[in-house]
């Protein structure tokens, strides 16, 4: 029977990996519509090409003036100006102010000409259809946004590296970019192994599961902008599992194995990464509950993992390393981070010093104070996972958590 490696942190074992890969940086890339563009990847800086906004607009409903024109104004003494017409929404304007004159004005309108400031019209009074009290002086620029103000000709509006949100797509729309400069997704292969694996389409017979692991992961690949690539599940032959691995390590940018990674004579994970190419493996073991037997592989400059058989071993595998190792492909200098909350833990929690522990647990608010609730289970049980809100970390140096601690749970 083969032997673990010295197990060592999930940090650690990232750094390993990730000291072996080049940057995402050197990956090709590709213009795609903007409309397509969520949760990718710049491939370079994006530059404004024009002003924004382009005119002056007002940020009040009020009246556009000269701000001089109420200079010292106070409730006691207003200035006393002339309507001279409005500028409606949508349109510019077809006539200046004169001294002592003012104009209507709406958020986001533009100003009348000449005009350099605008009264909020709760600070004004009508007298009648044509004058307005200003009781309350306004500066230069006041409750305006001026052309230019959020954006200049060739200020970066969104570095290379950025994993693109919704907000993004919204401030290029806004310069009216269309096409966006985004790195190639890498493909991620994912393969299944063990006689006892079945599809999931299939009733399983007595001694048979369903592929779990390849519909999880390959989802959690996607959230992570990359595109996943099912190859199907292999059986506990050594030589099946070398061939469809030596398939997906030529057509893929990573490769995934999901079981096969623990000690016992079936498990040949680590043998075939050898296999495949050097290094292979890097690491075998993490310091880590559950997903200990995990493998982090190189070859040919692709990252290779092993992932435990049992789900949630795998999913928090996946979370602690695949993901960060695909976002390093991808070139991602933002990687989008996991919601946390804090809540009250409602039960001891036991750990051995050394090991991370990850423990599921369901969320339940009590008056003003949230408490999280264990959700105990072995880690071959997808619902432990499917019935939680989070996980809450046990750190290495700790000997387990008390009840009445206030802990930080990572949302999922």
């Known amino acids: 029977m083969s032997e673990f490696f010295n197990v060592v942190p999930p940090s650690l074992g990232l750094n390993i990996l990730l000291e072996h890969l080049p940057s995402g940086a050197i990956r090709p890339f590709e213009n795609i519509p903007i409309g397509e563009s969520l949760h990718r990847v710049t491939a370079e800086d994006l530059l404004s090409p024009e002003l924004l906004p382009h005119f002056a607009r007002s940020t009040m409903d009020g009246f556009s003036v ?23 929404m949508g349109t510019p304007p077809s006539f200046s102010l004169n001294t002592g004159e003012a104009a209507i004005a709406y958020t986001g ?12 019209v709760e600070n004004t009074q009508r007298i009648d259809e044509r004058t307005i009290e200003v009781m309350k002086p306004v500066a230069i620029g006041e409750n305006v ?9 060739g200020d970066k509006v969104i570095s290379k590296g950025r994993h693109i949100r919704a907000q993004d797509i919204g401030a290029l729309r806004a310069i009216g970019i269309q096409t966006v400069p985004v790195v ?5 292969g994912l393969i299944s192994m063990g006689d006892e694996i079945v599809p999931t389409d299939t009733i399983p017979k007595d001694g048979q599961i369903r592929d779990i692991n390849t519909h999880t992961i390959s989802a959690m690949v996607e959230e992570s902008g990359c595109i996943a690539k099912p190859f199907g599940i ?11 691995a030596q398939q997906g390590i030529h057509e893929c940018d990573v490769l995934i194995f999901s079981a096969g990674s623990s000690v016992s004579t079936r498990d040949l994970t680590a043998e075939v990464i050898n296999h ?15 997903g200990k037997p995990a493998i982090l592989g190189i070859v040919n400059n692709k990252p290779i993992f092993g992932l435990p058989g049992n789900p949630v071993s795998a999913m928090i595998v996946f979370d602690l390393i695949v993901r960060p190792t695909l976002y390093h492909l991808s070139g991602c200098v933002n990687p989008p981070m996991n919601n946390t909350t804090t809540a009250t833990l409602s039960l ?6 050394g090991r991370e522990d990850y423990i599921p647990v369901k969320l339940e608010l009590q008056g003003e104070e949230t408490f999280a609730h264990p959700v105990f289970g072995k880690s071959n049980l997808i619902h ?12 290495l140096d700790k000997s387990g958590l008390y009840q009445g601690e206030v802990v930080k749970v990572k949302l999922f």
């Open 234 to 244: 292999a059986k506990d032959n050594f030589e099946e599992q070398l061939h469809i």
């Open 348 to 353: 001891n929690i036991a750990s051995v010093p």
């Open 145 to 153: 946004i001026s052309p230019g103000d959020d954006l200049d000709i």
């Open 384 to 395: 432990t996972l499917s019935a939680a809100d989070g996980l809450l970390q046990v750190p």
């Open 66 to 88: 000269k701000a001089r024109d109420t200079f010292g104004a106070t409730e006691g003494l207003p200035s006393y100006l002339e309507i001279v017409g409005e500028v409606p």
């Open 184 to 188: 190639k997704q890498p493909t991620v």
């Open 109 to 120: 309108g533009m100003l009348a000409g000449e005009a350099d400031a605008v009264v909020m």
């Open 276 to 290: 495949l190419g050097v290094p292979g493996v890097l690491v075998h073991g993490l310091s880590l509950k559950p």
